[in-house]
């Protein structure tokens, strides 16, 4: 058995490091991890997106899954409902895989898994089951950046894009707003070892949509009252694999009830001044492929009804399944 089948064996649940925090719960056993989760496969929604960068959604839009729980847990966070709060449908390896085969019917232009590395073994699983029964579309891999580097370099040949956040510069930064101050190295080794594998793949390509078929997007969101980190941030991301990632400077920014309740700097919408100056930052830094974001776009719209759309159905090779 290989080191990456090791990593991603159904015993990696048993005392689980999957991922930075290394809580070695028995998520096996039923008991939670710092993810939210135990080991049983849940995902809160299924569906095409249309609001992610545009080499990902393009105009047909991307086939999005939604897992429930995250190891980070940010106190900012748009998903909450789904990432500390638990919503979400148990599926099998099998039905997931069958999700992403009703999403390729649907026209996705590729299957875009959100949080979904807490999970890694039913992942990579789930992937080569569809991609036997004839899925064809690359695997997006829409992370927190939060990741272990031996856990993304074990889905070498299952990941075809990294779409990964770099959150943070600021250990402290870091340590208040997701209890994580081990987040900018731990996400500077994760983005090292995406590159890498996409460098091994044969570097960065786009189909004839323009729509990413490998490839590494880093995403920033700037917070209000950090756009000197925000700034920090993207210098380390350039030190780390400059033009051989795309970049995307978001300012969607949206206080969710619990910041308002707290005040301060974080219970206000991120300025226009700031979002610029984050910006400047990143063209003379050298980034070639910049995604912005026009102004007025603050707006919960990005976040879609996590209502269980398409996590319900048939399994990969029950009658009336895609792959069949």
């Known amino acids: 058995m290989s080191a990456g089948s090791r990593i991603l064996s159904r015993a990696a649940y048993d005392a689980c490091e999957l991922c930075p925090r290394r809580c070695r719960a028995r998520r096996s056993e039923g008991r939670p991890g710092r993810c939210g989760m135990t080991s049983e496969l849940r995902v809160a929604r299924s569906a095409l997106h249309f609001w992610e960068e545009p080499p990902i959604s393009g105009e047909a839009g991307s086939g999005a899954v939604f897992f429930s729980g995250c190891p980070l847990g940010c106190v900012f966070c748009q998903n909450h409902e789904i990432s500390g ?100 190295d731990v996400a500077a080794r994760a983005l090292e070892a995406m590159c890498a594998l996409v460098a091994d793949a044969g570097a960065r390509a786009l189909g004839p949509d323009g729509s990413m078929r490998r490839g590494v997007i880093v995403r920033h969101l700037v917070l209000p009252g950090h756009a000197d980190d925000s700034c920090a941030a993207l210098d380390r991301v350039w030190e780390i694999c400059g033009n051989d990632a795309d970049l995307s400077v978001m300012n969607q920014y949206t206080p969710n009830e619990r910041v308002r309740r707290a005040g301060g700097e974080l219970a206000r919408a991120v300025s226009e001044e700031e979002y610029e100056l984050v910006l400047c930052h990143a063209d003379d830094l050298g980034f070639e492929r910049i995604w912005w974001q026009e102004g007025g776009t603050v707006s919960e719209s990005f976040v879609p009804a996590f209502d269980a759309t398409g996590v319900a159905g048939p399994e990969l090779g029950a009658p009336g399944a895609q792959g069949v």
């Open 85 to 184: 709060g638990g919503f979400g449908l148990p599926v099998t390896t099998a039905r997931l895989a069958e999700m992403m085969l009703e999403l390729q019917a649907a026209g996705a232009l590729n299957v875009n898994l959100v949080t979904p590395l807490h999970y890694a073994p039913d992942v990579r699983d789930a992937v080569l089951l569809a991609r036997d029964a004839g899925l064809a579309l690359p695997i997006v891999c829409n992370t927190s950046g939060y990741e272990l580097p031996e856990v993304v370099r074990a889905l070498a040949g299952v990941v075809d894009v990294w779409l990964t956040d770099f959150k943070y510069a600021d250990p402290a930064l870091a340590g208040a707003l997701s209890g994580a101050p081990d987040y900018p």
